[in-house]
């Protein structure tokens, strides 16, 4: 075989790599580029605002996040759903960043999403002179009916009640906070409750799972050199799947400290006093709640007993994400609003429009 024709051959070759495989390294000895650094998200890419919350009756100031749908969209649809989050402990409200994100998107912006930083989270800072801070369940739950109904308040009373429909969404701790919520809302509020969804938590498991949390603690780095590095760790360990949704999630959990570390917001060590609160009887609680409910699982999870019975007596929804880990949210954001919508379409019957063949006979 002559040079020229070895020569074209392998010229073909590696054009046709190139196609077939544009990340595999150049065979022609040319040196790869180096992966760009990591450029991180920010709040706004997912939500229209961020605002800072008083509450001098919850003796805190809260970090929000919101983003509330337009007149003209609210006045075209026939119902508008609001998605209001909460997350689990440990975590912060940018966990549902990707979700309320996919949610707008799907729904072409007729949506409403809420999120904050709980007590003890993220952003959200006791006010003074508050020395010591309550983080028994009953406080978490009175922290977010106030911030509520001053979100109902304020950003949706410009819109038409009658078409607007709440659903409260918690991850973990958040769903036990969500099941206590609802029977503490007023009537007015409970009524335009159209389903709640819990993600990841069974009570059984929780309560078990807090006796781990020391070995969890020790395996887990509580600084990092930089931002993506903490979100490098994070995906390389599992703890985040989703490389785009941990970018947000991550950083989040992390404040700069003066010797150019970040190190991380939330102690978990501080709530252990508090942890037999969380969860018992979140179970049948659950199941019991009067409105729609959906359980997403990771496919790891089992049912204990109480909702084993509920679920074979239908009293709520029952979706496993068999590859998910415990963040769904953020494992599998588009998946998790696909669920979200289709259970709000099925339990909102402003969504229903039922036509018969029936005609009005004068007397």
């Not at 402990?89 to 549902?96: I, K």
């Not at 911030?147 to 009640?161: E, G, I």
């Amino acid at each position: 075989m002559s040079d020229d024709l070895r020569k074209q051959m392998l010229e073909r070759f590696l054009h046709a790599q190139r196609i077939l495989e544009p990340d595999a390294p150049d065979l022609r000895g040319k040196p790869t580029q180096p992966p760009p650094p990591l450029q991180l998200p920010e709040w706004k890419d997912y939500f229209a605002c961020n605002e800072t919350v008083e509450l001098p009756a919850r003796s805190f100031r809260f970090n929000t996040y919101y983003t509330v749908p337009s007149r003209a969209a609210v006045a075209a649809a026939r119902t508008v759903p609001v998605f209001v989050f909460h997350h689990g402990a440990g975590s912060s409200a940018l966990t549902f960043a990707p979700l309320a994100r996919e949610l707008s998107a799907r729904l072409d912006g007729v949506c409403g999403v809420f999120a904050f930083d709980a007590r003890g989270h993220g952003d959200s800072r006791p006010l003074p002179p508050c020395e010591t801070v309550d983080y028994a369940l009953d406080a978490f739950v009175g922290d977010f009916h106030a911030l509520l109904d001053r979100f109902l308040a304020s950003q949706l009373a410009s819109l038409p009640r009658e078409k607007i429909s709440l659903l409260l969404v918690g991850h973990s701790l958040g769903g036990s906070i969500c099941s206590s919520l609802f029977a503490r809302l007023a009537p007015p509020t409970r009524e335009r409750v159209v389903g709640l969804a819990m993600f990841d938590i069974v009570e059984e498991a929780a309560v078990l799972a807090l006796d781990k949390v020391d070995t969890f603690l020790a395996s887990t780095p509580n600084s990092f050199r930089s931002m993506p590095e903490a979100v490098d760790w994070h995906v390389q360990h599992g703890l985040s799947k989703t490389r785009s949704s941990a970018a947000i999630a991550i950083p989040a959990l992390f404040r700069q400290a003066s010797s150019g570390e970040v190190v991380r917001k939330t102690d978990l060590q501080i709530f252990r006093p508090f942890w037999n609160t969380w969860f018992t009887g979140l179970s049948q609680r659950f199941v019991s709640l009067s409105t729609s409910k959906l359980l997403v699982l990771a496919g790891n999870d089992n049912l204990d007993r109480q909702l084993i019975i509920g679920q074979m007596q239908g009293k709520f929804q029952l979706v496993v994400f068999q590859m998910s880990g415990h963040f769904i949210q953020e494992d599998y954001p588009a998946k998790t609003a696909l669920t979200l919508i289709d259970f709000w379409r099925r339990n909102d019957s402003k969504t229903v429009v039922i036509k018969t063949n029936w005609k009005k006979h004068d007397a």
